[in-house]
């Protein structure tokens, strides 16, 4: 069955590689978008014009385009950090209010909503379900502040009265536009020996391909069913390995090593957590529930690939 859909985000990393392939199933999209001009190059079958923090202009873009499907793939994460992080939090929570609203009264069946696997409080076994309790006690601010957005968009999504809602939680992102491109903040880090092994570095990535994002987002539009999804490749890996391979893969050197306790000073809370403490995602639910695997089933083929 083909649907028509709505994708907020279709400029964004995920959005631009989901675009073509809805398309070629046969889906109808509509592109929300505040800036029309962002959207040159996309192929679109139609674009209605709102910033996803105006309740009104939401309301208004999403009656005009009439969607059974509404795809939420926004946030906005590029330039100072702090910033990017408030804004995304708004994005999550009054961002998810206003599409869910305007979808309801559009009469739309369905939402599906970008989320993040790696979310989880660091605490159990090294790879999580999607049943383990979010972070919501993190030490940093920043952190703090995103997690507990991606509960309240968890808690919009999935307690609408009148749509079924999926929440995709998807890996950390590599691909093209992403941070893991080579020519991103953290492959060009990579590639000169800029990001060091804390020792010891057991925090664990679950990578996932832009490619398979937009897949596994295709699956849960066409699909009946509801709920979270963990969506990462089959091939979670402690930072004492993903990170000196991606090296290896790069041509750099291998990275120098440096205490635990000063990775956080070095190199941002975020980032010594990934390297020291984060717990990876086990994809079984998304499998059997959405019939989706990834193409790209480890991270070691094609982290510097693109
Ligand atoms: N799981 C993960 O690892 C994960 C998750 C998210 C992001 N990231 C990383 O973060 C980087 C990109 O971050 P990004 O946050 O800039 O995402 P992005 O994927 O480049 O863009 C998000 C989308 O949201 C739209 N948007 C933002 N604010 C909006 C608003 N107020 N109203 C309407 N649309 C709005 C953007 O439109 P415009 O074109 O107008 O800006 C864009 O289409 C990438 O490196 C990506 O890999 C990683």
């Avoid at 979670?236 to 290896?248: M, Q, S, T």
């Avoid at 990876?280 to 989706?292: E, H, K, P």
């Amino acid at each position: 069955m083909t649907a028509r859909v709505l994708l907020a985000g279709a400029t964004g990393v995920i959005g631009r590689a989901l675009v073509p392939l809805l398309r070629a199933r046969g889906h109808q999209v509509t592109a929300l978008v505040r800036e029309p001009s962002r959207a040159a190059g996309v192929e679109l079958d139609d674009i209605v014009v709102a910033d996803a923090l105006d309740a009104g202009a939401v309301r208004a873009a999403v009656a005009a385009a009439r969607p059974e499907v509404v795809v939420h793939q926004l946030s906005t994460l590029r330039g100072p950090a702090a910033e990017g992080l408030a804004r995304t939090a708004r994005l999550r929570t009054e961002g998810t209010a206003h599409l869910i609203a305007a979808a309801e009264a559009a009469g739309a069946e369905r939402i599906v909503a970008q989320s993040i696997a790696f979310a989880t409080a660091p605490r159990g076994g090294p790879v999580l379900t999607e049943d383990a309790p979010l972070h919501l006690d993190a030490p940093d601010p920043g952190w703090a502040l995103t997690t507990r957005a991606v509960a309240e968009l968890e808690r919009r999504v999935l307690g609408t009265a009148r749509l079924t809602g999926v929440v995709l939680r998807y890996g950390t992102l590599y691909g093209p536009g992403t941070r893991y491109h080579r020519d991103g903040a953290i492959g060009a880090a990579v590639a000169r020996g800029r990001l060091p092994l804390p020792e010891p570095a057991a925090g664990v990535t679950s990578f996932l391909h832009v490619e398979d994002a937009a897949r596994a987002t295709v699956s849960a539009v066409e699909a009946d069913t509801g709920g979270v999804f963990n969506v990462v490749d089959d091939d979670p890996a402690e930072a004492a390995v993903w990170l000196p391979e991606y090296a290896r893969l790069l041509g750099a050197p291998p990275p120098r090593t440096v205490p635990a306790q000063l990775a956080e000073r070095m190199l941002g809370w975020l980032t010594g957590y990934q390297l020291t403490a984060m717990r990876g995602a086990a994809n079984d639910r998304v499998r059997q529930a959405l019939n989706w695997k990834p193409a790209t089933p480890s991270w070691r083929t094609r982290l510097a690939a693109d």
